[in-house]
């Protein structure tokens, strides 16, 4: 299976920072990438797909990059609503893998 | 708007097995892809494996032995069955719609139901 590792696991940021999520694969998966923004509680929200593409309605504070192994999700200008914590999946093969997961908190 | 909701019993023996259901209302089991992907007490998620709506599925190796998912049309569900759990899957359990016909990302998600093994 193709493992997903992202960094930092956890990390504290303030309102109006700039933040970048990093996520490395085990082996190339091109850009069939897709990044998901779960709060407590709640369900996992589709955020990015093909690396990069926004899903509508996602704030264009996001943006997403990456091919191959080394991908990230930005968030340009932090606002309250972004905490949660942020996961990355790869659909290139089967079975399909998440990494660990991202806090970002306040 | 499609809208998922899982329903099943939140305590299962050890042994037994665990047996989940997921509602589609507002929309068709057609052309989608349909999964089942677990949320451990400690966070991670992993993907347990899909069924399409032709009925074709594939598992996540890791319960392949003990994993079987199934459609009814009639009743627009599908549903899951992991047999001979153990205090491991223990966790809450998610169905999810593939994004756009696809099984590129998943983008609608049910509300999830925690289930808890336990002798």
């Known amino acids: 299976a193709i493992r997903m590792t992202q960094s930092p696991s956890s990390f504290s940021a303030s309102i109006g920072d700039r933040v970048t999520i990093t996520c490395r694969a085990s082996?190339?998966?091109?850009?069939?990438l897709a990044w998901y923004q779960q709060k407590p509680g709640k369900s996992p929200k589709l955020l990015v797909t093909?690396?990069?593409t926004l899903q509508s309605g996602v704030p264009s504070r996001f943006s997403g990059s990456g091919s191959g192994t080394d991908f990230s999700l930005t968030i340009s200008c932090l606002q309250s609503d972004d905490f949660a914590t942020y996961y990355c999946?790869?659909?290139?093969?089967?079975?399909?893998?998440f990494g660990q997961g991202t806090r970002v908190e306040i | 708007q499609v809208q998922l909701r899982e329903s099943g019993p939140g305590l299962v023996k050890t042994s037994e097995t665990l047996s989940l259901t997921c509602n589609v209302s507002?929309?068709?089991?057609?052309?989608?892809?349909w999964s089942w992907i677990r949320q451990s007490p400690g966070g991670g998620l992993e993907w347990l494996g899909y069924?399409?709506?032709?009925?074709?599925?594939n598992y996540n190796p890791s319960f392949e032995s003990r994993l079987t998912i199934s459609l009814d049309t009639s009743k627009n569900q599908f549903s899951l069955k992991l047999s001979s759990v153990t205090a491991a899957d223990t966790a809450l359990y998610y169905c999810?719609?593939?994004?756009?016909?696809?099984?590129?990302?998943?983008?609608?998600w049910g509300q999830g139901t925690t289930v808890t093994v336990s002798s």
């Open positions: 999946q790869q659909y290139y093969d089967y079975p399909r893998t």
């Open positions: 507002g929309g068709s089991l057609s052309s989608h892809y």
């Open positions: 069924i399409y709506y032709s009925g074709s599925t």
């Open positions: 082996q190339g998966i091109s850009s069939y």
């Open positions: 999810a719609r593939g994004f756009s016909r696809l099984d590129y990302g998943m983008d609608v």
């Open positions: 093909a690396a990069s």
